[in-house]
């Protein structure tokens, strides 16, 4: 979606300026905020570029480095990490050949320890873009990730 048309869908007032990111972030391609796209939300809600870049940099949701087109955040909290989170994430290292924070050459995957997904009751559990996996095993996550791969071919 285009920002403009996210900016025209709430009122010019700093306190929509999170919904406005996360909305426009997950509108990209590579989800993230580029310092053009500061530029024009400082411009309409008449807010100076730091305060934006503040904000982006003090929530772990936001980022203003371009990602792949699927953002792998894997739960790394402790009932994740009692219930093998690691074994998920050594499956995810192997299978999509990145570690944490890192950008598959295809930009197709990024992958990112995070945290808590609110689903502890059927870990290790995360999400790829908007959508959460959960009860998850190594071929569970082969899997899913395959599916992916098949759907972009
Ligand atoms: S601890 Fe992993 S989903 Fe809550």
Redesign the pocket.
């Known amino acids: 979606m285009l920002l403009n048309e996210i900016l025209s869908k709430y009122p010019k007032d700093e306190e929509y300026l999170i919904e406005i990111l996360l909305e426009y972030q997950t509108s990209k391609k590579n989800h993230y905020i580029s310092s053009e796209d500061v530029a024009r939300i400082s411009k309409h809600l008449d807010i100076p570029e730091s305060q934006i870049c503040s904000v982006i940099s003090f929530y772990t949701l936001l980022s203003m480095t371009p990602k792949g087109k699927y953002v792998v955040q894997l ?7 009692v219930n093998d ?1 690691m074994s998920i994430y050594d499956k995810l290292v192997e299978v999509l050949g990145i570690k944490d924070g890192e950008t598959t050459q295809d930009n197709l995957f990024t992958l990112e320890i995070g ?6 009751n059927d ?3 995360m999400r790829i873009n908007d959508q959460v996996f ?1 009860g998850l095993t190594p071929a569970k996550v082969e899997q899913i990730i395959n599916d992916l791969r098949g759907e972009v071919k």
């Open positions: 739960c790394h909290d402790v009932p994740c990490f989170a945290e808590c997904l609110g689903c502890c870990s290790p559990a959960t």
